[in-house]
């Protein structure tokens, strides 16, 4: 687990950690977790997403070693972890999504963003961002940060969206500073003193449909901030034989560490130098 010295610097509130000093900007929507907390639970993406992530956690991180979830809003991937037999700490910036997390049975919840707990002696074996990276306005900052809160050799494990070409509505709405490619992302990570262990793209069969039915009418005007939300939450509901076979087939790649060439969103294993 965390070392004790960690929680003797942390305020304990009903079963949840906070830092003294809480407050930091982040670019996220203030609703955004309690959208999310609408959908997880029957999704595809996501529950896809929890998927892709345990088999490369599964390929590289000891079950006995300690994870954290930066960023992990509801804690949909914490528990899904946990599930699997993984000891997760959430690090959670939003109020909202902390105590939606502990709801769901997290078991150790820090309300804080990682900037708010730099004055602590943070030193994980593996830190996991998933679709947080393109919140942070200064990517390499933040990478840089979590490099220090790694132990020697540790891991990083984080998935991003991908491709300018497939910017639409929905990365204004979310807060989306970028889109990346497996080269860009490796770019950056490269100058903040990590070295790439696997990279794929994720979601290959969703590249043309996106690109089709909403990144081309969000750059036409047929979604805009009105009706955006109604038709993402339409959107994750909708998996037929077909697709669930397509990414079947795609999870299978990624358990034999095989990577997929084209996709809506990157996922990455790197490792501090």
């Not at 609703?31 to 892709?52: A, M, P, T, V």
């Not at 996106?210 to 005007?221: I, Y």
């Not at 939300?229 to 959107?235: C, E, I, V, Y």
Request: glycine share 6%; hydrophobic share 35%; net charge positive.
């Amino acid at each position: 687990m965390i070392p004790k010295s960690i929680f003797s610097k942390l305020n304990n509130k009903m079963g949840i950690w906070y830092p003294p000093n809480s407050q930091s900007d982040i670019s996220y929507p203030e609703d955004g977790n309690s959208i999310c907390y609408q959908i997880e639970n029957e999704s595809f993406w996501f529950k896809h997403r929890n998927l892709c992530i345990l088999s490369v956690l599964n390929s590289f991180l000891p079950i006995s070693h300690l994870f954290c979830d930066l960023g992990g809003g509801n804690g949909f991937v914490s528990k899904f972890l946990q599930q699997n037999g993984y000891t997760v700490c959430l690090i959670e910036p939003g109020t909202i999504g902390a105590q939606n997390a502990q709801k769901q049975g997290v078991k150790l919840i820090i309300n804080s963003t990682l900037e708010n707990l730099t004055e602590i002696n943070l030193n994980f074996p593996a830190i996991g961002m998933f679709d947080v990276l393109e919140h942070i306005e200064d990517d390499l900052v933040f990478l840089k940060q979590v490099h220090s809160s790694l132990e020697e050799n540790g891991l990083l494990v984080f998935t991003v969206p991908a491709f300018n070409s497939l910017w639409s509505e929905n990365d204004n709405i979310a807060g989306h500073y970028r889109r990346y490619t497996l080269q860009t992302a490796e770019n950056v990570l490269q100058k903040a003193n990590f070295s790439v262990e696997y990279k794929t793209y994720i979601f290959s069969p969703l590249y043309i449909p996106l690109f089709l039915f909403r990144s081309l009418p969000s750059r036409f005007g047929f979604i805009n901030k009105n009706n955006v939300r109604n038709k993402t939450l339409s959107h994750h509901k909708k998996e037929n034989s077909i697709l669930k076979k397509l990414l079947s087939s795609e999870l299978k790649d990624i358990s034999n560490l095989r990577s997929k060439t084209i996709g809506s969103s990157c996922l990455i294993v790197a490792r501090k130098n």
